[in-house]
């Protein structure tokens, strides 16, 4: 089955600064990639997608790469701000249409800005 | 709309007992998903259901049924619990495969 590994488990930065996580994946087949905040005690949720067909997607502050050959993709947040603190998971799947997608997520990064 | 509820919100087991967590939503959607996940961990797929009346396995299943006779509803029994089963429980739906996951608040389950 698939199997995803992220990392940092913790980081810090200053407020204002970048913040990168980074994870990879095993499943050659598998074809999206979100990425989900959870606050601590709340329900995680989805801040950015990306599917297979794409290399970069951006929102705002947030972007996600994606490198198939090599079978990682990234967060990207840029400016950060004390309330991006939370904890994030990266998560990946195979699936088409009419199949249930069973996401393997990572073992989170736990983000914290500094003011 | 509510989206996706879950109750009961926390719950203290003793070894051996059982539970049945319910999970309800309103948006009729067909695919439904329960997760757990454990302290500092991701969350790992127990099973999952793709409409009424069909379910499947996902990644740990053991010590957990499901059934799914509604759109709505799709309860999970814990059967002798276990303290292996102390996490946090999240059931999420989802309109089709490629739509964003809705995820319930959690139920936090402590077996001792």
């Known amino acids: 089955g698939e199997n995803v590994e992220q990392h940092p488990s913790t980081l810090s930065v200053q407020e204002g600064d970048s913040a990168v996580i980074k994870c990879t994946y095993s499943d050659s087949a598998s074809n999206y990639f979100p990425w989900y905040k959870q606050e601590l005690g709340k329900r995680p949720q989805l801040i950015i997608d990306?599917?297979?067909?794409?290399g970069e997607k951006k929102d705002q502050r947030i972007a996600v790469t994606l490198n198939k050959t090599a079978k990682h993709f990234s967060l990207h947040i840029t400016e950060t701000q004390p309330e991006d603190s939370a904890v994030y998971f990266c998560?990946?799947?195979?699936?088409?249409?009419?199949?249930?997608?069973?996401?393997?997520f990572g073992s989170g990064t736990q983000l914290t800005v500094l003011p | 709309n509510a989206g996706v509820t879950q109750t009961p919100k926390f719950r203290i087991l003793k070894i051996g007992q059982s539970m049945t967590l319910q999970c309800t939503q309103d948006?009729?959607?067909?695919?439904m998903y329960w997760y757990r996940q454990d302290p500092g961990m991701g969350l790992k797929l127990i099973y999952y259901?793709?409409?009424?009346?069909?379910?499947d396995k996902g990644e740990v299943p053991n010590g957990y049924n499901v059934s799914r006779s509604t759109t709505e509803d799709f309860p999970l029994r814990l059967e002798l619990a276990a303290p292996s089963q102390t996490s946090v429980y999240f059931c999420a739906s989802t309109p089709s495969p490629n739509s964003p996951l809705h995820f319930g608040n959690g139920t936090r389950l402590t077996v001792t």
């Open positions: 948006m009729n959607h067909n695919y």
């Open positions: 990306i599917r297979s067909n794409v």
């Open positions: 998560a990946a799947s195979r699936g088409s249409s009419g199949s249930a997608r069973q996401l393997t």
């Open positions: 259901s793709v409409g009424a009346g069909i379910t």
